[in-house]
C-alpha cells in the first residue's frame, strides 16, 4: 500500500489511477463497510467532501466500539448530506478475509480463469486487506480488470 501526500491514507497500487482525487471508494473503506454493515453507493461518497472522506479512511473499524461509531459517524454524514441514510448491509459474522486457512471459492475461480494457481501458502501470507480486495475483485459484479494487478503487487504473480 502507498501513502496519500504523506497524510497517512493507505492505497493498494492497483487503486493508484483514481486514489489522487478519491472519486472511488478505496478498498480498505470497503472493507470497513463490509465490517460494520453499512452499503455505500457511490452517489453518497461523491456528496462527501475530500476531508469527510479522508476522515473515514483514517477512522479505525476494528473492534466492536470502533465499527459502532464508524456506522454511526458515516450514516450521520451521508444523512446530512442527502437527506436519507444509507442502506444497511448484511454483517458475515466469519468474514472470509480474516480466514487465512480456506481460499474463497470466488477467488479460486477467478484466479483459474487468468490461469493463476493460488495456492493455500499464498493465500495465508496475505493480508486480511490483500485478501478482502482479492475477494472483492473476485465477484462477477466488480470491474475486475485490477485483479492481476493486485495478485501482481501482492507478490503471488512475479
Known amino acids: 500500500m502507498s501513502d496519500n501526500q504523506g497524510k497517512n491514507l493507505s492505497f493498494f497500487q492497483f487503486e493508484a489511477d483514481f486514489v489522487q482525487d478519491l472519486r472511488c471508494i478505496p478498498m480498505q473503506v470497503r472493507m470497513k ?10 452517489t ?15 477512522l479505525p473499524c476494528e473492534t466492536l ?4 461509531t464508524y456506522r454511526e459517524q458515516l450514516r450521520e454524514l451521508v444523512f446530512a448530506k442527502m437527506g436519507e441514510f444509507p442502506r444497511d448491509l448484511a454483517i458475515d459474522p466469519d468474514r472470509p478475509w480474516m480466514d487465512a486457512s480456506v481460499i474463497p471459492t470466488v477467488v479460486v475461480e477467478k484466479a483459474e480463469s487468468v490461469a493463476v494457481n493460488l ?12 485478501r478482502f480486495a482479492l475477494i472483492k475483485l473476485s465477484r462477477p459484479s466488480h470491474e475486475n480488470h485490477n485483479f492481476v494487478p ?3 503487487e501482492f507478490q503471488v504473480l512475479p
Open 44 to 58: 453518497h461518497w461523491h456528496q462527501l467532501m475530500v476531508e469527510e472522506r479522508e476522515e473515514l479512511m483514517a
Open 119 to 130: 495456492t493455500l501458502e499464498q493465500w495465508a501470507q496475505l493480508t486480511p486487506a490483500q
Open 150 to 152: 493486485a495478485l501482481r
Open 65 to 68: 466500539e470502533e465499527q459502532q
Open 33 to 42: 463497510l463490509d465490517t460494520c454493515g453499512v452499503k455505500l453507493k457511490l
